[in-house]
């Protein structure tokens, strides 16, 4: 099966967009979990929510 570019490149944007999409979901999930927030160190809640904000930019990016 022989792609052209142009169906390579959507092909491409589609997986990346799933992936940032199921990246944005688990540190979403951690972040509404009370049990993460409550137990988990200051620093590695930030971390999520760096990332949160990080892969919603990455997203959107792709989306344009």
Do not use: H, M, T
Request: aromatic content about 4%; overall charge positive.
């Amino acid at each position: 099966l022989k792609l052209s570019y142009k169906e390579y490149e959507i092909a491409r944007l589609k997986k990346e967009i799933d992936r940032l999409e199921s990246e944005i979901d688990k540190a979403s999930g951690k972040l509404e979990n009370d049990n993460f927030v409550n137990k988990a160190p200051k620093e590695v809640i930030n971390q999520e929510k760096k990332r949160l904000i990080a892969e919603n930019s990455r997203l959107r990016e792709q989306l344009k």
